[in-house]
């Protein structure tokens, strides 16, 4: 899409772009300025970006205790932060593993009943969350994977597995199979192709699916909640902490946010080549 | 003694034909999804009682009871219509602006990187957070929007707190958090494209809005597939951002799908109709994605023909 | 150690001593004051070891659910005591009020043994205790053998005490009949008036006594900054029960008419009507803006912030408000509040913070040796002395003259308030399976009346039909 663009054109893009980045960040913006400012001056009339900042929300947060305008409280932020580190982490490996063969197999070795079984997989992720939850806490109670991190791991395939062998398997399908045939040819194994040249080349898009699977498992709610007891929830559920019945404590809150968005943007940041090219479906290789 | 392994696995590997390959490597993802499937059948025959768990004594098999009850419940037909409009409006809109955004960041330079990867933020934010911190920049008090709100002089907009307004408060937040999942999607698809469509059709003079609409569109259909599939499913089933913005009022206005089954689960304990109405909703669901994928291998077919 | 400070925990316990004298010998001891509470406590629980075997399930671990709320956090403050006294290990979940409800049912519903025991308010079991999720505790309440003579049931209030017992027969009220006791009070809210005493002296406004003077002097303190009456107004069962219900109990409404066994509507009487029309144009011309979307946190928040006048809500809200670094603490004050100019003394709905038994729990005789120490009278003036156990349900802790002077001297009208309203306060909803629904019914039609959607007296009328089909769709109609 090469094309040259008139000054005109320029310009409008430009101003577009902003208002574009205006609308996205400014929430953000705010979020990270109401982190920095007791509840206090976030319930100041009318707003302003005139505040003297204070680390308060961020310190309580990671000693543990806040003081609010109650009683001083005690919370486990740090302790949520690990768990939704752990599961997200364990969960999108655990999709990976089990994901991108099956991806493989459905591109590569167009088989019987190839297409019904993606569309099954794929399915899981239209079941309504709340209706396989409920059933499974019983189930779960009986078989002891109640209150267990395999349990959640178990739970978040949901999640992870239909999104990556989605998004990979449209990548190794556009990627040509010329280069796997010639090295099969040369006598390697269906395994050794799939793991020197297959892998490799759809590294972008496992990438790129990984990350995506990883943010909606960061940002799942409700089935630690269900299933799991109060020291193996996420931060989803422990930013609620700050919702206390002596009020809501914002500054807090906007803290958690910004701490919980950090991993995830780290993360993407270091994926940042991979992320664009990845999701492109293999196409540019084609 | 790396020759006995190495004749070992030769072995191994024979024994796996061919033909049973793609099974064993599809299998153990198949196995760790099916394990829902016992629980989704069970919320099926949950969907075929009468079972409101403060009554126990009154439960028994009413067979279609439930779904045949719906026909004729408004709150059922509001709350179809409800999560149809906040379904499309929302992937109609966030379409739009994705594809909008992308187009603005096509190029690849380092500064459009950064952007693209920036704008993923609201993504990152859990919905039920970003709900929260956009109640309280809406509030009519001291919220940041109000503020700004007066200042181009429209006093009281009273965003979810209003039946005309709470709709497309909720569906602003969802735009916020969920475009940047479709822009993603949608740029790296127009960053895929081939070059050599536009280097021709530029050789013929079609002017650019006519390249956009008859080759970049067509050409980028499978990721607008994509992501609309993907959004739309959870669209319908959006839970997250309306209960912590308005618990579904004023009024009926938002007792989308996840809403109401969610209250008659947690608060009645109406578990019949609340598997029901989920099964409802996963049948919509289905129905939604079988014309979609259809659509998107014959679609990504053709796309790969072109090339 | 310590021997000194145990020695004078011992004479007042004897009562040679009175409780203003300990506590000024225990800081001249250089004892901080919540310290020498827990240490009195632990004087005053050794007290009771002499008569009661408590160390009967020592060695034993339980385990409870709590909601993130400064009730737990007491408990969680002297736990230690009952550890030392029983020679158990309590082990606690702690879950955001937000979602701990969630949390709950999905627990008992699943049959789970995790918790032994948890936190729940009386409306909850009306669920539980016919799901058969939670035990009654009457036999052990009565059993000498499992609960210690100190333990004193009858100085629990009675409203309170009954307002958690229920017979499970639909539409019998609260304590009647062959009420099981599902659940025991911890800590409770009577609805009444919290005002800005600064922005009513200053706008000349008295403290409005019924609901006609409460409409008039909401709309007197409204400015451009300021809305003069804070009332919830969510999409739920929260936004009925609070100062709504006991304004509309004040007027003898019920919600429910329960006739040969029969469940029926009664929310559209004329008397209903005119209180709802009231109640709606308060809202209208002096509640918040976005009310639609108000609960306990906005509600609470607004007041503390200065953007309210007045809340008409739970007393301990208003309570919360007047300390900490919210901007109006020091300005509150309180009053009690009757909405009916006939009525000779308020009548306010209750929400009361209670503990239950897990029906699915391992250990019952253990878990009920936590029960009696955590609602027991040595914790209950702890709380309340030493941290914000209030509203106590025990009249011994009102009566205490410490606690009563600690309220007086920062919660203006507190006090006197909670004096007056008492006798009348318990719980005024007719107890029956579909209480979430029909509330939740009640407020979202209350949302469209108060959006001009709907004409007051057309939406009751059709909220009574509503709530009938749904009773008899329930076979309880």
């Not at chain 2, 408004?74 to 499309?88: G, K």
């Not at chain 3, 009386?122 to 609960?147: F, R, S």
């Not at chain 3, 509640?287 to 912030?305: E, I, M, N, S």
């Not at chain 3, 407020?443 to 909220?463: F, N, R, T, W, Y």
Request: charged content about 15%.
């Amino acid at each position: 899409m090469q094309h040259h663009q008139s000054k005109l054109e320029t310009v409008l893009r430009a101003l577009a772009l902003t208002l574009v980045v205006l609308f996205f960040m400014f929430p953000i913006f705010w979020i990270l300025l109401m982190s920095l400012q007791t509840n206090e001056t976030i319930l100041r009339v009318p707003p302003s970006v005139v505040f003297e900042p204070t680390l308060a929300n961020y310190k309580g947060i990671i000693t543990g205790r806040l003081e609010t305008s109650a009683a001083s409280l005690e919370i486990n932020f740090l302790g949520n932060l690990w768990n939704s580190i752990f599961l997200s982490v364990t969960s999108v490996t655990l999709a990976l593993v089990l994901g991108v063969p099956a991806a493989y197999a459905f591109a590569r070795l167009k088989f019987k009943g190839s297409e019904d079984i993606a569309f099954t997989l794929l399915s899981f992720r239209f079941a309504p969350p709340l209706l396989v939850l409920l059933p499974l806490t019983l189930y779960f109670q009986q078989m002891g994977l109640a209150d267990t991190y395999i349990g959640l791991i178990w739970v978040y395939q949901l999640i992870c597995l239909p999104l990556i062998l989605w998004i990979v398997r449209g990548y190794f399908e556009d990627i040509s199979p010329d280069i796997e045939n010639a090295y099969r040819i040369a006598g390697h194994s269906w395994f050794a192709t799939f793991r020197k040249i297959a892998l490799p080349l759809a590294g972008p898009g496992i990438a790129a699916a990984g990350l995506l699977a990883f943010i909606f498992a960061w940002n799942n709610f409700i089935f630690a909640l269900v299933l799991a007891s109060a020291d193996k929830q996420p931060v989803t559920v422990g930013a609620l902490a700050f919702i206390t019945a002596s009020g809501i404590q914002y500054g807090q809150i906007a803290a958690a946010v910004i701490m919980s968005i950090t991993p995830t943007l780290a993360l993407a940041l270091y994926a940042q080549k991979y992320l664009v090219e990845g999701l492109s479906l293999g196409a540019v290789k084609g | 003694m790396s020759d006995s392994v190495n004749s070992n696995t030769k072995r191994k590997r024979r024994l796996i034909s061919r033909r049973a390959l793609p099974y064993v490597l599809s299998l153990p993802a198949l196995l760790v999804c099916a394990g829902i499937l016992v629980p989704f059948v069970t919320a099926i025959y949950y969907s075929l009682q009468r079972y409101r768990m403060s009554q126990p004594w009154a439960r028994e098999m009413n067979w279609g009871e439930n779904y045949v009850k719906f026909f004729s419940d408004s709150d059922f037909w509001n709350t179809l219509s409800v999560s149809l409009q906040y379904a499309f409006l929302t992937v109609g809109f966030e379409l739009l602006l994705g594809l909008g955004v992308a187009l603005l960041l096509v190029r690849r330079t380092r500064v459009n990187n950064i952007i693209s990867i920036l704008l993923l933020m609201p993504l990152m934010t859990a919905p039920a957070l970003a709900a929260l911190m956009w109640k309280l920049m809406t509030n009519p008090g001291f919220g940041i929007l109000n503020y700004f709100l007066t200042l181009v002089g429209i006093e009281d907009f009273k965003w979810g707190a209003s039946p005309s307004s709470a709709l497309f408060t909720v569906v602003l937040v969802d735009i916020w958090v969920y475009t940047p999942f479709i822009m993603i999607l949608l740029l790296a698809g127009l960053r895929s494209l081939p070059t050599q469509p536009f280097e021709a059709a530029a050789l013929d003079g079609v002017p650019r809005w006519q390249q956009f609409y008859r080759i970049t569109l067509p050409m980028l259909m499978p990721y607008l597939l994509t992501a609309a599939l993907f959004r739309l499913l959870e669209s319908i089933q959006q839970f997250d951002i309306i209960y912590a913005m308005t618990q579904g009022g004023p009024g009926d206005t938002l007792t989308v799908f996840q809403v109401e089954a969610y209250l008659n689960f947690f608060q009645s304990t109406n578990v019949g109709r609340s598997a029901a109405l989920l099964m409802v909703l996963w049948a919509i669901t289905f129905f939604i994605s079988n014309i979609f994928i259809k659509n998107w291998l014959r679609l990504r077919e053709r796309a790969r023909g072109e090339t | 150690m310590h021997e000194k400070e145990k020695g004078l925990a011992r004479d007042f316990l004897e009562g040679k001593l009175s409780r203003r004298e300990l506590i000024k010998r225990f800081s001249a001891l250089g004892l901080t004051a919540s310290s020498a509470g827990v240490l009195l406590n632990m004087q005053a629980t050794n007290a009771l070891a002499a008569d009661f075997d408590w160390k009967a399930h020592s060695g034993k671990t339980i385990k409870v659910l709590l909601n993130k709320h400064p009730y737990a956090d007491a408990m969680i403050a002297n736990l230690d005591n009952f550890k030392e006294l029983t020679g158990m290990d309590v082990q606690y979940d702690i879950f955001p009020e937000d979602v701990y409800f969630d949390k709950v049912t999905a627990a008992l519903s699943s049959g789970s043994s995790e918790y032994d025991a948890f936190m729940t308010g009386a409306y909850m079991t009306w669920t539980y205790g016919p799901a058969g999720w939670v035990e009654d505790l009457n036999p052990w309440i009565q059993d000498p053998a499992k609960t210690n003579p100190n333990y004193n049931w009858d100085d629990m209030l009675e409203g309170v005490r009954a307002s958690c017992a229920w017979s499970g027969v639909p539409g019998e009220e609260v304590g009647a009949g062959d009420a099981k006791q599902w659940c025991i009070p911890w800590g409770y809210e009577q609805n009444n008036l919290a005002y800005n005493a600064e922005m009513l002296d200053a706008a000349g406004v008295a403290v409005p006594t019924n609901i006609d003077e409460l409409m008039a002097a909401a709309a007197t303190l409204t400015t451009d900054n300021v809305y003069g009456i804070g009332v919830r107004g969510s999409r739920s069962w929260a936004t009925i029960h609070p100062g709504f219900l006991s304004g509309y109990a004040n007027f003898g409404q019920k919600d429910l008419n329960l006739e040969d066994g029969k469940l029926s509507a009664a929310m559209n009487t004329d008397v209903s009507k005119e209180f709802h029309g009231k109640w709606v144009k308060m809202i209208q011309d002096s509640g918040a803006k976005d009310w639609a979307t108000h609960t306990w946190y906005q509600v609470g928040t607004d007041l503390g912030a200065g953007k309210s006048a007045m809340i008409y809500d739970a007393d301990i809200l208003g309570y919360f408000m007047n300390g900490g670094d919210n901007a109006m603490a020091g300005k509150l004050a309180y009053a009690p509040f009757a909405a009916n100019p006939e009525a000779s003394a308020p009548t306010p709905n209750i929400w009361i913070w209670s503990l239950a038994m897990s029906k699915f729990s391992k250990d019952k005789d253990a878990t009920w040796n936590f029960l009696q120490w955590a609602s027991g009278p040595e914790h209950g003036l702890f709380g309340a002395t030493k941290m914000d156990f209030v509203n106590p349900v025990r009249k011994s802790v009102w009566a205490d003259e410490m606690f009563r002077e600690r309220l007086d001297a920062s919660y203006p009208g507190y006090v006197e308030m909670h004096d007056i309203s008492a006798p009348g306060a318990k719980i005024h909803f007719t107890p029956q399976p579909l209480f979430f629904d029909l509330t939740t019914e009640w407020a979202s039609s209350m949302q469209q009346m108060v959006a001009g959607e709907i004409p007051v007296d057309e939406g009751l009328d059709k909220l009574a039909e509503s709530v009938n089909d749904q009773l008899k769709d329930a076979g309880l109609g």
